[in-house]
């Protein structure tokens, strides 16, 4: 399952009622260490298919959200269970850290590195 493009309009859909976690990654097109982490969510997308669904907010098409979320720079990870916001990262990561730090809130298992 590829990683889901989600914008200003689709956001409450998409993120806030779904019954999976949902994982968004908030990105812009000039930011090179989004660039970097961009094939690894899609890598975990597969792999955690039905355990959670790994969303993507480019911040210059939509702005509206992640200013209303507070995001101050990107790369920016935030983990929605439930409609809520339950946990955040700043940064690039490799695939492993990610894994390993949804699996500390719960969603799936740590995946082989």
């Known amino acids: 399952m590829a990683t889901l493009k989600v914008t200003d309009d689709s956001f409450e859909a998409d993120v806030l009622k779904s019954e999976t976690p949902v994982l968004v ?3 812009a097109e000039w930011c090179g260490p989004c660039k970097q982490i961009g094939p690894a969510l899609e890598q975990l997308s ?3 298919a039905g355990q959670v669904v790994i969303a993507k907010v480019n911040i210059d098409d939509d ?4 200013s209303k979320l507070g995001v101050k720079g990107v790369p ?3 983990l929605f269970k439930g409609g809520q916001l339950s946990a955040v990262k700043l940064g690039p990561m490799p ?6 730090w949804l699996a500390e809130q719960g969603v799936g298992a740590v995946a082989e590195a």
């Open 25 to 27: 990654d908030f990105w």
């Open 46 to 48: 597969d792999e955690m």
């Open 63 to 66: 702005p509206m959200t992640p």
């Open 76 to 78: 920016t990870l935030m």
């Open 95 to 100: 695939k492993g850290k990610i894994a390993e």
